[in-house]
Structures are given as C-alpha cells and as structure tokens.
C-alpha cells in the first residue's frame, strides 16, 4: 500500500524559504505512469494545487506561486521536495502531497491525485 | 486566471438525491478539463471519488457518479448518508500542466 509522508518545520519566519518533504513508501517516483503533487489548504479555506513533477523531471506550477516555487525529487531516497520562498502569513497552511496517476489510454498530461499524504501544517509567523 | 465556481453549500436529506456543480468564471466546462472530485472531511486528507469526469476511483460506492450537466461538471450523490456530510471539491484541467480546484462545496445532510 503506497504510503506518502510530509515533513518538515512547522513554523517558518516571514520573508524566509518554507521546505517541505514528502517520503513515498510501498511504491517508486520513477514510474512513467505517475506525476508527484503538492496541494496546500490554509486553514479554514479551499485547496489549491501548488505543483507538480512528472518522472522526467518536468515541472508544472500555480502561474500564481510559479516565482517562488521549486519541486524536485531525490529518487535515490524516494523523496520529493517541495520550497517556498519569501513566504508571508499568507502562506500559512496544511501542506500535502499527493501522486497523480496517469489513467489508462489519456494523454500524460493528464492525471487524477489518488494517493495523499496527511498533510502538514506550516504556520507562518515571526 | 479563471476560476472554478462550485456551491459554498448545500443540504440534502438522508436518502435523497443531491447534485454539486463545478463551473468557470468564464466558458463551459467540459470532458477536455478533465473534471475530478474530492471529499474532505474535517482534518483529514482529501479522498479521490471521480476522476475524468465520470470514472470512479477504487472503492467508491456507485451512488457517486459524475457527468457534465449543461456547462458544468457535476457529482452526484444517490442516497445520501449522514457520512457523505463533508466539504466536496472538483479540480479541473487548464492546459500547460496546470489545475485548478474549485472553493469547494459543503454538503449538510439533515
């Protein structure tokens, strides 16, 4: 059963870089068949996709977030990784990561989120 | 940017028969956005229900369908249940590698 984990500080100081990672078990980041996503929530409020990383290495981002954002993946240790710069109170929310599959017989471009982590909060604030 | 339309809210009774919409600010959507929904209940991670527009994800009870209705996408719940009681999000395919999910949708069953 594939298993995504978020980790990382929960609290990062205003104007400084946020860094999360999310540890993937029971499955590979390297399969074709998959894209890797971080999706936040601020509290109380809707999600909104930050990202994506297809196995190639191909980033897809928010147009909104695409200047301060980076995802990367570490397939050596099963990982992807997801940085934030110069964040503000605004960016103050449950952080999740989640695997897109590519269904059966569509494009790769096209892909549903069907495995997420927990999520994890990450406060913004000095 | 564009953006996803869905109800803040609705309410169905138990047993009954509810349909949650997923619009755009402009244009209609259709099978090419790819429509997916997700259901969250408090604190918990979303769960995948729908994906491409009427395909239901592994074990999801079939009184959850999609479709495109008119200019939208839409999920309906058959039978509703006081556990389908959660907030309802769809997310839709953009072009360029991009998505965008809707605000969301809180269902009350009462």
């Known amino acids: 059963q594939l298993q995504l984990q978020e980790s990382g500080p929960g609290l990062v100081k205003p104007s400084e870089t946020l860094s999360l990672t999310c540890s993937v078990s029971?499955?590979?980041?390297?399969?074709?068949?998959?894209?890797w996503g971080w999706i936040r929530q601020p509290p109380g409020n809707g999600l909104e996709w930050i990202g994506s990383?297809?196995?190639?290495?191909?980033?897809y981002y928010n147009p909104s977030l695409n200047s301060r954002v980076t995802i990367s993946v570490d397939t050596s240790k099963n990982q992807v990784s997801l940085k934030l710069i110069s964040v503000t109170a605004a960016d103050t929310a449950v952080f999740y990561c989640a695997r897109g599959s590519i269904p059966a017989g569509y494009s790769s471009s096209v892909y549903y989120f069907d495995y997420w982590g927990l999520g994890t909060l990450v406060t913004v604030s000095s | 940017q564009t953006v996803v339309t869905q109800e803040p809210s609705f309410s169905v009774s138990p047993g009954g028969t509810v349909t949650l919409t997923c619009g755009l600010s402009?244009?209609?959507?259709?099978?090419?956005?790819?429509p997916s929904w997700y259901q969250q209940t408090p604190g918990q991670a979303p769960r995948t229900l729908i994906y491409t527009t009427n395909t239901r994800s592994s074990g999801v009870p079939d009184r959850f369908s999609g479709s495109i209705l008119g200019d939208k996408a839409a999920l309906t719940i058959t039978g509703a249940q006081a556990d389908d009681e959660s907030d309802y999000y769809c997310v839709l395919y953009m072009g360029s590698g991009n998505w965008v999910f809707g605000g969301g949708t809180k269902l009350t069953v009462l």
């Open positions: 990383i297809y196995y190639s290495g191909n980033t």
């Open positions: 029971g499955g590979s980041i390297s399969s074709s068949s998959y894209y």
């Open positions: 402009s244009g209609s959507v259709s099978t090419n956005y790819y």
